[in-house]
T-cell receptor
Framework: GAVVSQHPSWVICKSGTSVKIECRSL??????MFWYRQFPKQSLMLMAT?????????EQGVEKDKFLINHASLTLSTLTVTSAHPEDSSFYIC?????????????FGPGTRLTVL | EDQVTQSPEALRLQEGESSSLNCSYT??????LFWYRQDPGKGPEFLFT???AGEEKEKERLKATLTKKESFLHITAPKPEDSATYLC???????????FGTGTRLKVLA
């Protein structure tokens, strides 16, 4: 099956610093990558959608200047949380959409646990 | 409005006690319906994709079915290692987004 990696798996940072999270599709080229946020015992909340070489599409209520997304290639997307604050602490999950059996399917990374002190 | 509802919210089963999880959806058009398994602190793991009503897919103790209004994930003779949250998602026609349900937390007791 398709494999998506995320790095780091967890990070602790001080308030005011920036944190970058990488998402890579390891064995396929991703037409689209998604970034989600998940709170404890809740479902996935879509933050933004990115396509290689174009600007990300952010969901309503998600600050573009705070959550910077760069989709550098068909296998790599990054999410940078700028000037992080404790309320940004969460579980961030990326996914990559790739062509499987003539249909685009979505595969998830293992997630990144961000804790802002 | 496109919507996905999963039930029950939580389910406790004895080992070997078969059951079904439900995913009801309302979309103007369906490109695909997906089932994922998520363990605590991890990303969702892909299980199945269903494209059209009447389709069924199986994997070990799991079987997914699809009608025009809902999907079921049947778990036959579950084991404790099947304990997880099971997420359902739909990909409506005409949009890039996937809409997720809130999941069913399954606990299988030995």
């Amino acid at each position: 099956g398709a494999v998506v990696s995320q790095h780091p798996s967890w990070v602790i940072c001080k308030s005011g610093t920036s944190v970058k999270i990488e998402c890579r599709s390891l064995d396929f080229q991703a037409t689209t990558m998604f970034w989600y946020r998940q709170f404890p015992k809740q479902s996935l909340m879509l933050m933004a959608t990115s396509n290689e070489g174009s600007k990300a599409t952010y969901e309503q209520g998600v600050e573009k200047d705070k959550f910077l997304i760069n989709h550098a290639s068909l296998t790599l997307s990054t999410l940078t949380v700028t000037s992080a604050h404790p309320e940004d602490s969460s579980f961030y999950i990326c996914s990559a959409e790739g062509l499987q059996d003539s249909y685009n399917e979505q595969f998830f990374g293992p997630g990144t646990r961000l804790t802002v002190l | 409005e496109d919507q996905v509802t999963q039930s029950p919210e939580a389910l406790r089963l004895q080992e070997g006690e078969s059951s079904s999880l439900n995913c009801s959806y309302t979309v103007s058009g369906l490109r695909g319906l997906f089932w994922y398994r998520q363990d605590p602190g991890k990303g969702p793991e892909f299980l199945f994709t269903l494209y059209s009503a009447g389709e069924e897919k199986e994997k070990e103790r799991l079987k997914a079915t699809l009608t025009k209004k809902e999907s079921f994930l049947h778990i036959t003779a579950p084991k404790p290692e099947d304990s997880a949250t099971y997420l359902c998602a739909v990909h409506p026609s005409g949009t890039y987004k996937y809409i997720f349900g809130t999941g069913t937390r399954l606990k299988v007791l030995a």
